[in-house]
């Protein structure tokens, strides 16, 4: 503070001195704290090391079932594919001969067999059809077309590493030592380019499924193409992930596969980039709303934040227990609530702070002040975009165990396979099953087929 700037303090009274006086000891206590942790309150609890984090208070319940439970085992096999008789003709302690036994038991095991690959020759014969003019022969549908890596192989290798993150040097590792199977990174994966390409049909229809649906969860995480910063975004449904590898992180991203409007509901986080595409509706997700308050509830104890922090979590637990009241209440006295819960939202961001953080959150409700409470209009709608985030999850593991992509083609190739994997898995289909009859009937017929048991298609919220 500048000597003008003191002097004109002095002038405004006694009253204002002080509060001033209270906010600036306030933010030097505070930098003080923050000098002696070396952290910022606004940095996510992921990009802290492990050793400085508080320890993790022991859960109350104890692992495991609790006393006194029946036993449970493995069940008895209902099939039986090999019987084998362990007999003995002397002790195995002294030696002596033994005579007929005197009674017998059973047991069971189960084991995988000793698996070898199967090779298999294709003998073609080659006819010349008088009427199209041309030589014609019978399609092999064990493998794709100029491929000797056979489709079994080609869609459980992928899923191990689209669907379950493995990286590809254990792929083949575990291909070679377990499966004998010799197989080259490369090889592999120029097969699985090949495989995503044909997929692609079925991701160009994803991102049409994506654009016409009523709701949609959006997010988006970091990734790595070549070494450079990448983004991959997740758009998703409860039928539905479409993935798409970029290297923006901006608006026109979105606008690129919503469109300049989006007819349904848009669920989101506070990022900037979402407030540049037109929609129905949106809903932010509280959750974030809510650990942003915390984080900073945690380093900073200004007695105008208390106050703000408090008052809008009672606000937002309020609406989040009226949702759940919702078929409890009748419907009069529901939207009665709801216009409380908004009016109290507007009262809470007309107040006057001086706080700097009770500004900052300020700021934000005022500009989404109408996409906070779209939840309790719309009970199909969750308050949150956890949704979006177990899907990513995913793909974060797989970041991190694989270090993402080292070419262009590989990201595309890693969008397809992942939107693939995952659509299959929100649908309730087995995709090593789906995968293989697909690429069947490809081969046999040279065209992808529609997925069986089609997407259900979802009708936008306005014309």
């Not at 997925?451 to 306005?462: H, I, Q, S, T």
């Amino acid at each position: 503070m500048t000597k003008e700037e003191a002097i004109a303090l002095y002038r405004l009274g006694e009253e204002p001195t002080v509060a001033k006086l209270l906010e600036l000891e306030a933010r030097v206590e505070e930098l003080e704290r923050l000098l002696v942790k070396k952290e910022d309150p606004s940095l996510p609890s992921a990009l802290k090391a492990a050793y400085e984090k508080p320890p993790v208070k022991g859960g109350k319940k104890r692992p495991g079932r609790k006393r006194g439970h029946l036993g449970v085992r493995r069940p008895t096999p209902s099939r039986v594919d090999e019987t084998k008789v362990h007999s003995l003709s002397h002790c195995p302690q002294c030696h002596g001969p033994l005579g007929e036994p005197i009674s017998s038991r059973e047991r069971f095991t189960e084991d995988i067999p000793e698996v070898k690959p199967l090779l298999t020759k294709h003998i073609i014969p080659i006819f010349y059809c008088p009427r199209c003019k041309k030589s014609v022969e019978a399609p092999v549908e064990e493998a794709l077309p100029k491929s000797t890596i056979g489709l079994r192989l080609l869609v459980q290798s992928a899923y191990l590493h689209f669907y379950l993150g493995l990286p590809l040097r254990q792929i083949v590792a575990y291909l070679n030592a377990c499966l004998y199977f010799p197989i080259s990174p490369g090889g592999l994966a120029q097969a699985w380019h090949r495989l995503a390409q044909i997929l692609l049909p079925w991701y160009e229809d994803l991102a049409i499924q994506v654009k016409t649906s009523a709701i949609l969860h959006v997010d988006e995480t970091g990734w790595r193409v070549i070494g450079k910063t990448f983004w991959l975004w997740c758009f998703t449904t409860k039928k539905v992930a479409y993935y798409l590898i970029c290297p923006s992180r901006a608006s026109p991203v979105l606008k690129g596969v919503l469109g300049e409007f989006f007819k349904g509901i848009l669920i989101c986080d506070f990022f900037g980039a979402y407030n540049k595409i037109a929609s129905f509706l949106k809903q932010r997700c509280l959750l974030h709303l809510l650990r942003d308050m915390i984080r900073t509830s945690l380093s900073y104890k200004s007695p105008q934040w208390q106050d703000f922090s408090k008052r809008l979590k009672r606000l937002i637990k309020d609406a989040l227990r009226l949702s759940l009241r919702r078929r409890e209440l009748a419907a009069e006295v529901y939207t009665r609530r709801c216009h409380m819960i908004h009016q109290r939202l507007a009262k809470l961001i007309a107040d006057s702070y001086q706080d700097r953080h009770c500004q900052r959150l300020v700021k934000r409700l005022k500009r989404h002040q109408n996409e906070l409470f779209t939840f309790l209009e719309h009970p199909e709608v969750p308050a949150d975009n956890n949704h979006a985030e177990r899907m990513i999850r995913p793909a974060v593991i797989a970041r991190k165990n694989s270090y993402c992509n080292r070419s262009p083609k590989g990201a595309e190739t890693q969008a397809i396979m992942m939107s693939t994997f995952r659509t299959l898995h929100l649908q309730k289909m087995d995709p090593i099953v789906i995968l293989n009859e697909t690429l069947r009937s490809y081969c046999r017929n040279g065209y992808l087929s529609p997925l069986p048991n089609k997407f259900e298609v979802e009708l936008p919220m306005a014309a």
